[in-house]
């Protein structure tokens, strides 16, 4: 960052800091608990509200009073969401320590050497989903998921703000929007923009991600209704990794953008904070609209204050009917495709029916999914506790090229209980999914879990299991059209994974335990070659967390992987750690302050390399990592509802030189592709309550 950007970077920022705090002493209307999070103050389920989230006496109710009496909550905020497929309710966290939860990569995941780019965990993740799988997931922690979809209810409009701006012009913009229009009616609006350029030349990234959410309920509490719809861009270009490593041990002007690249046309590079273009690499792009409806019979009663009756209805059946409707796009291209390189470094031969060298790989897919079910909830006064079985039949429509296109279908049946008791000790989960015909037939996945409460002190147990029977993913298919060199039907992976949790959080204390076994484990081995390994190999993955109270004011967090692999095709670091050391509390009444110093280390193994014609990390033994820990400093601080996360990142990379101090000994997050040299980060999210 030169020092005409940073004086603009500071000036901005120290508006920003006067503004907030004047703002924030004027602000009297949040409730935040003592670990920072928006308190949610019971249950609001039930409850009537204004247009603009106030609560109201319901008018057909008869008054026992003729004097209202002041709700003690009316001039401040109560929210809370639940994930999709979830009936827990949660809270915003608010929290300052960990900078990962801010970002969509986190700490146990590693990327080519540039926000945006391929990334892949450090921890054994194998897909344990059956029925149909395209198979690209290096960009999936960037992108919103179904998964992570929240349906919100809030007594206020609540918007938050964020921009988090860094070295190279590397910038992520996020903004999140939700209000009750009604008591029983909510939307939310959720948009994040991330754009890095990038270190090294064909190395900019930018991710593009929308989420709009509805959610109804009618006034007798019988019909409710989601809306769900996601967008995901991702646009990476490729570098193929650095042409000669030695380079960056001389560098002419110590910028490794003068480094030649494997691939990109090195005329074209640029670093330019608004561009989005990308001449070689990936572009993918993913949409998901998704409406649930359903109906529930069951018992009506009413819960009756000293000025206000409350409707309550206790659903015993419900009629559930979800449609889905997806398209996916997956295109590699390269628009001055060099054959010398293709050839020198990935062993590839660009055929001549490639006009003006340009290259593209592209699958498209269309899927339309329709699933009805049924839910029965055995006691009327627990409505977590359900039983649900259905069926679901899955159309999809691909064009592979410029290929004629083909049609699939699935059908499949499901069942699902779950009961979490009234007394909160005991929570039980089970699933399964099984395709009885199509294109996946014979796949198939269960899942059980059982969680009870020890004692207040003692904590929780968690036990559980997991089996998925699944076909490869579409990337080793004989249709698809991306260059896969041996493409084929390959037997069904199966995936079989017990676990056990031990949480304690009264002390802080968190213990897991994770083992795999794994038959027809498919892979690559090579930028091209897909394999299969038929034979059962088995990973052991125990983790530990823990924060330390060192004194009032100084907390040590660290964070403990151990894994080991018995056989089979997967390298994984055997240690990885994050520990945080922190100074932090509240201060002056409003600031909360954590600042201090973090590390992260993982021991050498043989990390994947990784293929950008296919967009797969594939199996190696010739590159072993040697790196050193990465540290960083931090100080993040909040005023109300304004936190700031400054932030100092890869003091690792010092380095004495003859020429004095540098930063510039890298770390390698696979063969040929080092990582950024010292970065700073300055972030800023800003919550409005209206």
Known sequence: MNLRSGR???????????????????????????NNNYSNNGTQSNMAYDNQGRPISNSS???????????????????????????????????????????PQPYWYTNLGNFGTAARSFIFNPIMKAGWDAGFHQYDIYNYKLEDTRFFTTTRPFTELAYLLGNKAEQLISVLHTQNRKSNFNFSFEYRFSNAPGVFKTQNASNNNLRFVTHYQSPSKRYES???????????????????????????????????????AATLAQRNPFNTTVNTGNIYQENTILYRQQYDFGQKDSLVTDSVTYKLFYARL???????????????????????AYQTYFGKTIPNNYLGDTISYKDVW?????????????????????????????????TFGDTATHNFFNLYVLGEYRNRTRNQKWEIEATGQFYLNGMNSG?????????????????????GFQNTNRTASFIYDPLTNFPVSNKQSFNKENITRAFADYENPLNKFKLSGEYYLVSNYTYFDSFFVAKQEASLFNVLHVSAEKQFKLSRH????????????????????????????????????????????????????????????????FYQNDFTTSNRPDINLFFHFRIRTFRTFIRLENLNTFNLTPQGFKFNKYSYATQQYASQGLWFRLGVWWDFIN
């Open 318 to 340: 419900r009629l559930q009917h979800t449609i889905s409707i997806k398209t996916n796009s997956y295109n590699f291209i390269d628009l001055n495709a060099d054959s010398t």
């Open 226 to 264: 989601f809306f769900v719809f996601i967008m995901n861009k991702n646009a990476s270009s490729e570098n193929g990794g650095i042409k000669d490593l030695k380079q960056l041990d001389s560098l002419a002007i110590n910028d490794p953008f003068e480094i030649n690249t494997r691939l990109g």
């Open 554 to 617: 100084w907390s040590w967090y660290t964070e403990i992987h151990l894994q080991q692999t018995t056989g089979g095709p997967v390298h994984v670091p055997f240690f990885l750690t994050r520990n945080r050391l922190a100074f932090e509390g509240n201060f002056y009444k409003n600031l909360f302050l954590s600042t201090g110093l973090e590390m992260r280390y993982y021991s050498d193994y043989k990390a994947d390399n990784y293929s950008p014609f296919t967009g797969q990390f």
């Open 366 to 398: 269309s899927i339309i999914n329709n699933e009805f079910s049924l839910v029965s909830f055995p006691e009327k006064n627990n409505q977590s506790q359900f039983l649900k079985t259905g069926i679901g039949l899955q159309n999809l429509k691909a």
């Open 443 to 463: 796949d198939y996945a269960a899942f059980v879990s059982l969680k009870r409460q020890l004692s207040k002190k003692i904590g929780y147990l968690q036990l």
């Open 61 to 103: 109710s008869p008054k026992k009073d003729s004097l209202q009496h002041r709700d003690k909550y009316a001039d401040s905020i109560t929210i809370y969401f639940r994930y999709y497929d979830s009936t827990r309710n949660r809270n915003l966290d608010s929290s300052l320590n960990d900078f990962t939860n801010k970002l």
């Open 8 to 34: 603009i970077t500071f000036f901005v920022a120290s508006i920003l800091l006067v503004l907030t705090i004047h703002t924030a002493a004027q602000n009297p209307r949040i409730l935040a608990d003592n």
